[in-house]
């Protein structure tokens, strides 16, 4: 198996939950680094990387909505929830000596640059970790749906959706010790069968692009590069 990677550039979403380690609520300085390490060792490779952070791990719109606010309310404190994590993100890269830059999708000047694409594109090519931050923009939508958009507007080879388990199950794989990885699913599979690999809406905007989806464990060390060099365990959903 060669080396190289098989994407040139890609854009990795990490849910909040992600950086939350073995706690229940906000970042986990020790799993920050770790993940890290991961996008570290994948610019090392020759894979451009840029991401795209959830915000669950501090608030999530619907359920502030659940809750009394009113939802576009609740959705921005959500947006600016994933702009914490993409601060405390950059830090963390920044300690392991990752350039990075953070794209505010709501322009924060003070706190990062506005998400502008070309610009995003540029730092890219430079060899920078680009973080966006603040999903969309736009309340309603999710950081799933964000990532798709990015991928998109940033002509990635892929999406990386690195969450704690090591692909798309027929069953909980935590609950039945039965259950099937799938290694390839289409997107209509997906759409059709309802699986929580991402929202409708990222599908279907991953479909109308071409971008292949590959679901893979951010929890397992070192699976990052290997997925990038095709050795990884994960599923892949595409055409
Ligand atoms: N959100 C939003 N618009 C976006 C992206 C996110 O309103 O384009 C809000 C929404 O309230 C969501 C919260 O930000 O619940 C955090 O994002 P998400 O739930 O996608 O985070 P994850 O589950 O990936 O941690």
Redesign the pocket.
């Known amino acids: 198996m060669s080396n190289e990677p098989r994407f040139k550039r890609v854009l990795l ?6 950086l939350m380690g073995d706690g229940s609520y906000g970042i986990d300085p020790v799993t920050a680094n770790r993940v890290s390490q991961e996008i570290k060792r994948a610019r090392e490779i020759g894979t451009e990387v840029c991401v ?13 909505a659940a809750e009394g606010l009113d ?2 309310t ?9 702009v914490m ?1 993409a601060l405390a993100l950059q830090n963390a890269l920044e300690k392991v000596g990752v350039d990075t830059r953070v794209l505010s ?1 709501i322009p924060m000047a003070s706190v990062s640059e506005p998400y502008i694409r070309r610009r995003a594109i540029r730092h890219l090519e430079k060899g920078r970790v680009v973080i966006f931050a ?13 990532a798709a958009l990015r991928a998109a507007e940033m002509n990635c080879n892929a999406l990386l959706k690195g969450t704690q388990v090591d692909g798309v199950y027929n069953a909980d794989p935590k609950k039945d010790p039965s259950a099937v990885r799938y290694e390839h699913l289409s997107y209509m599979d997906v759409l059709r069968q309802d699986l929580k690999v991402m929202d409708a809406s990222a599908i279907s905007l991953s479909r109308e692009n071409n971008i292949p989806i590959v679901v893979f464990s951010i929890q397992t060390q070192d699976e990052l590069v290997k997925v990038l060099q095709g050795e990884g365990t994960c599923t892949i959903v595409g055409e």
Do not use: C, Q, W, Y
């Open positions: 979403k990490l849910s909040g939950e992600a795209v952070v959830g915000g669950g791990n501090i608030f999530r719109g619907i359920k502030g939802r576009s609740a959705d921005h404190m959500g947006m600016l929830a994933t994590n999708a603040a999903g969309t923009g736009n309340p309603f939508f999710t950081t799933d749906t964000a």
